[in-house]
């Protein structure tokens, strides 16, 4: 098993593109999904040819042009901070297609990846079309941006959604798992989250842990940090005075989010 917790690094891809995080399969023990977060100076650009992989790239935060065989589409993200809480641009691109990304400003762009070998165009999911939802109740809530949802039938893999949880609240709570190709009652989908956290000296906690607890890690979660998981429940708790953005990428057999919650703690659910 690998390690799940990837701390942020700092490798210079080119001329004013940094890349802060890149989980894949040979990195971890993820068969589906992959990860990189790119951060880039204005004015410069990234490039690559997808074989086997779709892709979405979220605009975290700052603005781009993106060049997909040679089509361009002007002009996405929407803010400065991923703590203005509000929706941003994204755009899938499917497999075999090759892209670049061009800066308008400084930039940092999330890359979601699944492997898949389905055709298809690419699509702008803008920010105004993205679904908001509110999740949880007592220290248990969260505000959710639906990005790439399972009734969103672009895709042949990929999920993507970012979510927002407060000072002092739990995420991903009761603790719950996707980790059986079961339906109805569960799908398998392996899974990256990746952290921000302001003030950005905080830190975070996440648990990754099975029934039998052959897999059972606890990791302090720093800023632009990330955890991979590939099996398991997988809670989240923000202490007091900081306040966490995570995004997440899910993809497996059968794209459908169909999650089994703990039986230890799925009483919390039921209190009034």
């Given at each position: 098993m690998a390690e799940l917790l990837y701390k942020k690094q700092n490798s210079i891809i080119t001329d004013g593109v940094t890349l802060v995080?890149?989980?894949?399969?040979?990195?971890?023990?993820?068969?589906?999904?992959?990860?990189?977060l790119i951060e880039m100076e204005e004015g410069s650009s990234f490039q690559e040819s997808l074989s086997n992989t779709e892709l979405c790239a979220v605009i975290l935060t700052g603005n781009v042009d993106v060049v997909i065989d040679g089509e361009t589409y002007s002009s996405l993200g929407t803010r400065e901070s991923v703590f203005e809480k509000k929706p941003t641009d994204s755009i899938y691109i499917?497999?075999?297609?090759?892209?670049?990304?061009?800066?308008?400003k400084n930039v940092r762009v999330a890359l979601c990846y699944?492997?898949?070998?389905?055709?298809?165009?690419?699509?702008?999911?803008?920010?105004?079309?993205?679904?908001?939802?509110?999740?949880?109740k007592y220290s248990n809530k969260r505000h959710?941006?639906?990005?790439?949802?399972?009734?969103?039938?672009?895709?042949?893999?990929?999920?993507?959604?970012?979510?927002?949880?407060?000072?002092?609240?739990?995420?991903?709570?009761?603790?719950?798992?996707?980790?059986?190709d079961n339906l109805p009652e569960e799908s398998?989908?392996?899974?990256?989250?990746?952290?921000?956290?302001n003030p950005q000296?905080?830190?975070?906690?996440?648990?990754?842990?099975?029934?039998?607890?052959?897999?059972?890690?606890?990791?302090?979660?720093e800023h632009q940090n990330s955890v991979a998981v590939p099996k398991g429940y997988h809670p989240v708790g923000v202490?007091?005075?900081?306040?966490?953005y995570y995004l997440n990428v899910m993809a497996g057999p059968k794209r459908k989010w169909k999650f089994h919650n703990d039986k230890d703690h799925e009483w919390i659910l039921e209190r009034d």
């Open positions: 995080q890149d989980l894949n399969s040979s990195n971890s023990d993820l068969e589906y999904v992959q990860f990189k499917p497999s075999s297609k090759e892209y670049q990304i061009r800066a308008g699944a492997v898949s070998n389905a055709g298809g165009e690419p699509a702008v999911i803008s920010a105004d079309t993205i679904e908001k939802e509110r999740r949880g959710v941006h639906n990005i790439l949802p399972d009734n969103m039938n672009i895709p042949e893999k990929l999920l993507v959604v970012e979510v927002y949880t407060d000072s002092g609240n739990f995420s991903s709570y009761p603790p719950h798992k996707h980790d059986r398998m989908l392996e899974e990256t989250y990746y952290h921000e956290i000296q905080g830190f975070v906690f996440q648990r990754v842990y099975t029934d039998d607890r052959s897999l059972d890690e606890t990791m302090a979660v202490p007091d005075g900081y306040d966490l």
